[in-house]
């Protein structure tokens, strides 16, 4: 038993929303009872206590959309790296690194993504992951590490035929056997979908190769409109819009992930709404590649599930909650949009999108959830109340106030201190495995 108490407690449960000075009492994988500090504490008086200290008790945040494969550009510079369209951001700098991705480097770029993202108190991940160097067995490298270090993670291999066909053909297996995987293991924090990159980069003779391999197992994620590429390339070469390209293909559905979808009309968003299909935003991805503004606040009014992810940008989520919120009031003009849209993605939204393959109940302290914790340092100097957590999430906090995160009921950090990994020895090795990685870029 695992007490975690003596903080500000945000359940984001409406029953009970906030308690002034609350805590979790946690079992095994889940949370048995949330209350009063005083009331927890004398129920459960030998259990392991660990003190918020008046910090901000929380459920961990989820991240919807990432790419584990770009942790170790961190600080590179391509040579003759200038890019003037997103096609050049793809070809000149994510697909020269990824393939040259070797599975040791596929390995520490896992161990980074989840150590940034324990550290900024994210305890789910779902990743888009793509190293044409060495395809086969990539996810489950990335599922071994995530597997040690005790964190969730939704993982799925970028099917594209950008390097080939024979290199397409062994990214729709590594899928198909990793989903086989997952369908023998059972592991309640390793889940798998069937990935495939940007539409123009996939032919329908590829899409129905994966709709066969999948066989309707899982959802599919996929990059769709995020640049205008996809748009011209389906206009020109299939005659229809991107979303109807991949409703003919069988694709949409209650359990498949768009990511991005800036570029999209209402007519596909109806298509979108009707199938049940998921979407996700990533504010800063989308705005440092400048390729446009993603029409969330459409998407809200037609009833799309929209969650939030970072696409690797930064590992921090409420980096990625800001940035929504305001690039959505830049967009529209208007300084009084966005708030409840930006907020619901991350804290309601994203839990939704985890419910479709998780069975524990993510993004929220009650009984019987999943007990994934965490405790922010943050002392507030104006009122704190259920009626304004956030916009104290919002204009307060960064996930480096994270002090300690819990998954499962497993303590991964306490009070900064990582307790699922020796994180000076993950760095060193990685400081070396990147040397060798950025010299075979000629960086």
């Known amino acids: 038993m695992i007490l975690i108490a003596n903080g500000r407690l945000i359940t984001r449960d409406d029953a009970a929303p906030y308690i002034e000075n609350g805590g979790v009492a946690v079992s095994g994988t889940k949370i048995v009872e949330v209350g009063e500090t005083a009331a927890l504490c004398a129920k459960y008086p030998d259990a392991e206590f660990v003190d918020a200290k008046g910090g901000v008790i929380m459920p961990a945040f989820i991240n919807a959309h990432s790419h584990i494969y770009s942790a170790l550009a961190r600080g590179l510079t391509m040579p003759n790296y200038n890019p003037t369209n997103f096609y050049e951001v793809l070809d000149g700098m994510w697909w020269r690194l990824d393939r040259n991705l070797t ?55 970028e099917v ?53 391999a999948n066989n309707g197992r899982t959802g599919f994620h ?15 070469n299939y005659g229809t819009r991107p979303v109807n390209r991949l409703l003919n293909q069988g694709i949409l559905g209650e359990k498949t992930i768009l990511g991005h979808c800036i570029h999209v009309n209402p007519a596909e968003m109806d298509l979108i709404k009707e199938t049940d299909t998921m979407v996700v935003n990533n504010p800063q991805s989308n705005m440092g590649n400048a390729v446009g503004c993603s029409p969330v606040l459409q998407f809200f009014k037609k009833g799309v599930l929209v969650g939030l992810g970072t696409d690797a940008y930064t590992f921090d989520m409420t980096e990625s909650l800001k940035a929504a919120l305001t690039i959505q009031r830049h967009n529209a003009c208007l300084p009084n949009v966005g708030w409840g849209e ?52 919002l204009f307060g906090m960064a996930g480096r106030q994270c002090e300690t ?39």
Request: contains cysteine; negative net charge; charged residues 25%.
């Open 222 to 236: 996929i990059h769709v409109s995020e640049g205008m590429n996809d748009v011209y390339d389906t206009l020109r």
């Open 405 to 443: 995160t819990m998954c499962a009921g497993q303590i991964l950090m306490r009070d900064r201190v990582l307790i699922c990994a020796d994180e000076e020895a993950v760095h060193a090795h990685t400081r070396e495995v990147s040397s060798r990685l950025w010299k075979r870029l000629g960086c």
């Open 342 to 393: 930006a907020v619901a993605m991350l804290f309601y939204n994203n839990a939704k999108i985890a419910a479709r393959y998780f069975h524990d109940a993510l993004g929220v302290l009650k009984p019987g959830a999943a007990a994934d914790v965490i405790v922010m340092d943050y002392k507030p100097f104006t009122p704190f109340s259920a009626d304004n957590i956030d916009g104290h999430i």
């Open 160 to 212: 594209s035929e950008r390097d080939g066909q024979e290199k397409c053909d062994a990214a729709i297996r590594e899928n198909e056997s990793f989903i086989t995987h997952c369908e023998r293991e059972q592991d309640p924090l390793i889940k798998a979908m069937f990935g495939m990159h940007a539409l123009f980069t996939i032919s329908d003779r590829t899409m129905e190769q994966c709709v066969a």
């Open 103 to 157: 599975l040791e480097d596929t390995r520490q770029s896992a161990y980074i993504t989840y150590i940034d993202s324990i550290k900024t108190g994210c305890t789910t991940v779902f990743d888009h992951h793509a190293s044409y160097c060495e395809i086969e067995g990539s996810l489950f490298t990335i599922a071994e590490v995530a597997k040690e270090l005790g964190v969730r993670t939704v993982l799925c291999y």
